[in-house]
């Protein structure tokens, strides 16, 4: 399952025996390991154990095993964590299968791994008794609904768009967006609001630098120069200086060039430039208005006069005030 369905998957089903949270996304290991402790288990210095994946091989994985069957203490389960493990096949047969055909019902094996098992790792995801929670690099349409779910559990309606409004402001970086949605429900609780509006999210969250970077070029395929000017006027009050500026622009056209040029879906593009979903599927919208000519000479202009900064031909504000010019007014 998706983690957005983790949480209601538990309210419905109760403790699980063993459980493999599998993904690059952090932010989701970490809090499928706090809901499962925090519901569980009362005692964590009696009832909970810590290993380290890496370690467990062979004869070691014994102590394992010990660990998940011993009776709790205080707590309702006993909890046995255990990270980046990923054994072999043969060790699975030999010294884990018993385990996961009858785990003990007192105890929760929880297994966090940040990526998925190499060829000849045992698939335990497919093992008897494992709930499997998916915790990969969460695309456009899962943290919408993790924004939707989080407030309705809250008693705040958030519609799509607002949700989306959110996810896009954070950049889609769900530690950030987990924060600011903390934030906007605390606002919405003290005022006795129940809708999350666009107009909310606008007076409370400032949108992540990554995302100014894509509404200026955002300005600038649209050729709206007044636009262009107020969120660099913006960006410059914010902790962003012409040198920083002008090398983000820099970065983001070198990488809307990239996704351009990529073949593939945007599933395909995203793993192969190490990029997001949502982030390519943007960029491709873009890049389609640009098109790859006027993206190459729009880096090439930006790459230029950070070069110029940097070998003291031009100050970092007159080079900003140059490529500006280049690139509302020069024709490619």
Same mark, same amino acid.
């Given at each position: 399952?998706?983690?957005?369905?983790?949480?209601?998957?538990?309210?419905?089903?109760?403790?699980?025996?063993?459980?493999?949270?599998?993904?690059?996304?952090?932010?989701?290991?970490?809090?499928?390991?706090?809901?499962?402790?925090?519901?569980?288990?009362?005692?964590?210095?009696?009832?909970?154990?810590?290993?380290?994946?890496?370690?467990?091989?062979?004869?070691?994985?014994?102590?394992?095993?010990?660990?998940?069957?011993?009776?709790?203490?205080?707590?309702?389960?006993?909890?046995?964590?255990?990270?980046?493990?990923?054994?072999?096949?043969?060790?699975?047969?030999?010294?884990?299968?018993?385990?996961?055909?009858?785990?003990?019902?007192?105890?929760?094996?929880?297994?966090?791994?940040?990526?998925?098992?190499?060829?000849?790792?045992?698939?335990?995801?497919?093992?008897?008794?494992?709930?499997?929670?998916?915790?990969?690099?969460?695309?456009?349409?899962?943290?919408? #609904?993790? *924004?939707?779910?989080?407030?309705?559990?809250?008693?705040?309606?958030?519609? /799509? &768009?607002? !949700? +989306?409004? $959110?996810?896009?402001?954070?950049?889609?970086?769900?530690?950030?967006?987990?924060?600011?949605?903390?934030?906007?429900?605390?606002?919405?609780?003290?005022?006795?609001?129940?809708?999350?509006?666009?107009?909310?999210?606008?007076?409370?969250?400032?949108?992540?630098?990554?995302?100014?970077?894509?509404?200026?070029?955002?300005?600038?395929?649209?050729?709206?120069?007044?636009?262009?000017?107020?969120?660099?006027?913006?960006?410059?009050?914010?902790?962003?200086?012409?040198?920083?500026?002008?090398?983000?622009?820099?970065?983001?056209?070198?990488?809307?060039?990239?996704?351009?040029?990529?073949?593939?879906?945007?599933?395909?593009?995203?793993?192969?430039?190490?990029?997001?979903?949502?982030?390519?599927?943007?960029?491709?919208?873009?890049?389609?208005?640009?098109?790859? #000519?006027? *993206?190459?000479?729009?880096?090439?202009?930006?790459?230029?006069?950070?070069? /110029? &900064?940097? !070998? +003291?031909? $031009?100050?970092?504000?007159?080079?900003?005030?140059?490529?500006?010019?280049?690139?509302?007014?020069?024709?490619?």
């Amino acid at each position: 399952m998706k983690y957005v369905d983790f949480k209601k998957f538990t309210d419905e089903n109760g403790a699980q025996p063993i459980y493999l949270f599998e993904g690059e996304e952090t932010y989701f290991l970490e809090k499928g390991e706090t809901l499962i402790k925090t519901r569980f288990l009362q005692e964590p210095t009696l009832d909970y154990s810590a290993f380290d994946g890496a370690g467990l091989k062979g004869d070691k994985l014994k102590g394992l095993i010990s660990s998940v069957n011993a009776f709790p203490f205080v707590s309702e389960k006993r909890v046995v964590r255990v990270s980046e493990f990923y054994p072999t096949e043969k060790d699975f047969e030999q010294y884990l299968k018993p385990l996961f055909d009858n785990p003990p019902k007192d105890g929760i094996l929880l297994i966090i791994n940040s990526a998925k098992g190499k060829t000849g790792t045992a698939a335990l995801a497919k093992k008897p008794n494992v709930t499997y929670v998916d915790c990969s690099r969460s695309d456009e349409e899962t943290i919408k #609904k993790w *924004i939707y779910l989080t407030c309705k559990r809250e008693g705040v309606y958030a519609d /799509g &768009i607002t !949700c +989306g409004k $959110l996810a896009t402001y954070c950049a889609f970086d769900m530690s950030r967006i987990s924060k600011e949605t903390e934030k906007l429900l605390t606002y919405c609780q003290a005022a006795n609001i129940e809708r999350l509006t666009d107009e909310i999210v606008d007076n409370l969250v400032y949108p992540d630098s990554e995302y100014k970077i894509y509404e200026l070029a955002n300005a600038l395929s649209r050729k709206n120069y007044s636009a262009y000017m107020k969120i660099q006027a913006d960006l410059l009050t914010r902790g962003f200086n012409e040198t920083l500026l002008l090398s983000s622009l820099t970065s983001y056209f070198r990488g809307l060039y990239d996704v351009a040029v990529t073949q593939g879906n945007d599933k395909e593009v995203a793993v192969a430039l190490g990029m997001k979903e949502y982030a390519v599927k943007k960029n491709r919208e873009q890049a389609a208005k640009l098109g790859t #000519k006027e *993206i190459l000479r729009l880096y090439n202009e930006v790459y230029d006069a950070v070069c /110029g &900064i940097k !070998c +003291g031909v $031009l100050t970092p504000a007159s080079a900003l005030k140059s490529v500006t010019a280049k690139l509302f007014f020069q024709k490619s």
